[in-house]
């Protein structure tokens, strides 16, 4: 997830434009700023890039979920169905909202298990909320049947998946509401910051809303006289976020097409003779990111020596079985119920009744499969990395 990597000169000068004018602000201000909009342009080329109708600029990733949720009336007593393998921000906006996460298993696409999935969903589900994992995507196709025969909205959450697709179609326009994130290790990067994207009109126009303290925008009243049709909150993209937003998104194809894809490949074919290791599956390769190589190494003494000899190379891997902020076995401030709430809200009601209980051994099928996984980042300036890697396949 390279991000970072790219920003240069025209990152540079949209900024540049952005402070020229003095106005670091998103709405308001139009005649210091002489028709000048950073993140309204930005928030227009992510939907033409994604192919749909709308898409409302953020301030965070966690920040879209969050807003997304709320554009689809999610509160107290819903339940949303996620995946145990997944950034702990999906399941902290769900609590946030006073909704209940109910986590299902993932399978070897690292994504939803759309056969667990359907043993999940209660009287009380009203969302569905797919991750696309580690740059490719979940079975999205299944996940949508289910979601339509239980007449189930849907929030993908794209954050890792930023310009993936699958059969052609651009992955977070599948369901109601797709979610994205700026942060410093995306694909692309704004620092911070969010996207939704969706085609539904009404969706787009409550979440702009929430997103702006309840602000109507109506366009032919000053800011401070607009109408509020309800109570928001501040999760607003400034302009100078917009304007790099605005130069990283023209290089994405580019990241994952010219850099990314063919540091994967090398990488990839570099492995491929091993016979201890499998690949992960991905349900449609010309539609993959490739932020990451994963792969499946099923004998523990194996595993244990891949990553002894990568790190004698000091080649960056990750291993999921140890991870503490994406594998459900490990969020002990979930398990323990943790929470600032000084009664314990939203695992307790004011009474001290629980609302909910995860245990971290309810999962087994995600725990076992990313007990065998390893993911080897990929970014754009690979070549010292590659050549590490080749030397260090040789002892496996």
Known sequence: MPGYETIGEEERREVLEILSKKVLFRY???????GVYKVEQFEEE??????????????????ALKVA??????GPGDEVVTQGFTFVATWEAILDMGAIPVFSEIDETLCMDPDDLEKRISPNTKVIMP?????????????MEIAKRHNLYVIEDTAQACGGRFRGKTLGSFGDVGTFSFDSVKTITTGEGGMLITDDESLYIKASQYHDHGHDHNPELPR????????????????LQGAIGIAQLRKL???????????KKIIKELLSGKDLI????IPDPEGDTATFLSIFIDNEDELKRFKDIMGSYNIPIIYWGENLWHNFSHWEHLHGQKSIQRYGYPFKDRDGSLRMRYHSDELPKTSEILSRCISIPISIYMDETIEKIREAVTRL
């Not at 992510?46 to 920040?63: D, E, K, Q, W």
């Not at 949720?69 to 999610?74: N, R």
């Not at 991750?131 to 996940?143: E, L, N, S, T, Y």
């Open 224 to 239: 401070g006289l607009e109408g509020r049709d309800f109570i928001g909150f501040n999760f607003r993209m400034m302009e």
């Open 28 to 34: 308001e201000f139009h005649s210091e700023r002489g």
């Open 131 to 143: 991750v696309h994992m580690c740059g490719a995507q979940a079975r999205i196709d299944k996940i």
């Open 278 to 281: 499998r690949f992960r599956h």
């Open 253 to 263: 194809d580019s990241i994952i097409l010219k850099r990314q894809r063919k540091n």
């Open 69 to 74: 949720l709320a554009s689809l009336g999610i």
């Open 46 to 63: 992510f939907a033409r890039y994604c192919g749909t109708r709308f898409a409302l600029a953020v301030s965070s990733g966690t920040a």
